[in-house]
């Protein structure tokens, strides 16, 4: 589990640091670590992130937001990745992975340019881990700091992010965390909700279903969502941005879910209301697209009551697992008819408001 840390794990955060840069380190470190620098780091950072595995803590990392004080070596729109450490016992598992792709979806959401970071040249596993995280190794800004040792400057250059917070009187949308993912199994028991989709009341269907989405996000080729009922807070569902082409500013809204406990409570319209909007208010979209097995009845009459423009029918289009081979409706909202689908949205949702 990955979470902000608390004044709780100074003891732990602090012999994970003193381990990993002055007990194994070779970068200039003489002294241990102690609980006023944990102190210090808390206040700069924007996000101070522990991993904990089995109640214990065993991983930390420092996400400095732009034009922050503390910052060593990131400049401009830049934030900063500092001091992660993951301790020697718990390493190999994909922690150090875990806290530095957080740190990313973090900077995604709040819309900076890039995260830059410095390491000593021993630090090669690090460097490893960067580089397959998309980090770039830019040499001309590497220094020597005041111990004497070189810093090795790498940088992240961050995408747009295609999700953010959605709230609605019904339900709210919430970017799909991988912590969400109990929540969600709970949700996807009932089995009528997957006549027209991969079983994932299934757990090995559900736990590949899971991976992959989060693997798509990390990429930004995919956006998706937890659907939360408004006022509970419980999670009912899911549903995704994907086909994302931006170059046409074209997106898909799919891969959409609802335990049936929120079948015809307004909870799949507002939920449309609210990706279309962001779709093509705040992503700049110019025709947001839908597809649906032709034989779903139920889906193609909601896409038409938005109402999205039948667009046709592809034969023998994809292969569903446990549905099978299948032919795809597709609909469409286009940029000049969303004024009129919004109407429409908001004038049905009224009444449920």
Not at 104 to 112: C, I, P, Q, Y
Not at 181 to 188: I, N, V
Request: proline residues 4%; aromatic residues 8%; contains cysteine.
């Amino acid at each position: 589990m990955i979470r902000e840390a608390t004044e709780g794990d100074a003891d732990a955060v602090v012999a994970l640091w003193t381990e990993a840069y002055f007990a194994e380190g070779e970068g200039g470190r003489d002294t241990p670590y102690d609980r006023a620098e944990f102190e210090e780091t808390a206040a700069a950072a924007a996000h101070f992130l522990v991993a904990e595995r089995d109640g214990e803590v065993v991983g930390v990392v420092a996400l400095l937001e732009p034009e922050g004080p503390s910052r060593a070596v990131a400049t401009g729109g830049e934030g900063e990745l500092a001091r992660l450490v993951v301790g020697s016992g718990s390493r190999r598992h994909g922690i150090g992975r875990a806290l530095a792709e957080r740190c990313a979806e973090l900077a995604r959401a709040e819309g900076w340019e890039a995260i830059a970071l410095w390491s000593r040249r021993y630090q090669t596993a690090g460097h490893r881990l960067y580089e397959s995280l998309g980090y770039r190794r830019e040499p001309s800004r590497d220094s020597t700091d005041e111990t004497g040792f070189e810093r090795l400057v790498f940088r992240l250059a961050i995408a747009p992010s295609l999700t953010a917070r959605l709230e609605g009187s019904i339900v709210t949308l919430e970017p799909l965390r991988e912590e969400h993912a109990e929540e969600l199994w709970e949700a996807a028991q009932a089995p009528e909700i997957w006549d027209w989709l991969a079983h994932l009341n299934e757990r090995e269907r559900f736990d590949l279903w899971m991976q992959l989405t989060l693997e798509a996000q990390r990429a930004g080729t995919e956006g998706a969502f937890t659907t939360r009922d408004a006022r509970s807070g419980r999670a009912i569902g899911s549903s995704r941005y994907l086909n994302v082409r931006p170059d046409d500013r074209v997106v898909e809204i799919g891969w959409t879910w609802l335990h049936p406990s929120a079948w015809r409570s307004g909870a799949n319209v507002e939920a449309k209301l609210l990706m279309m909007r962001h779709a093509f208010e705040t992503l700049g979209c110019v025709r947001v697209e839908f597809k649906t097995d032709a034989r779903n009845e139920r889906s193609r009459a909601a896409l038409a009551a938005l109402p999205a423009q039948f667009e046709g029918i592809l034969r023998n289009h994809m292969i569903v697992p446990d549905v099978g081979l299948r032919d795809s409706a597709y609909f469409s909202v286009i940029e000049s008819e969303w004024p009129e689908v919004r109407k429409n949205l908001e004038r049905r949702l009224a009444p449920r408001r």
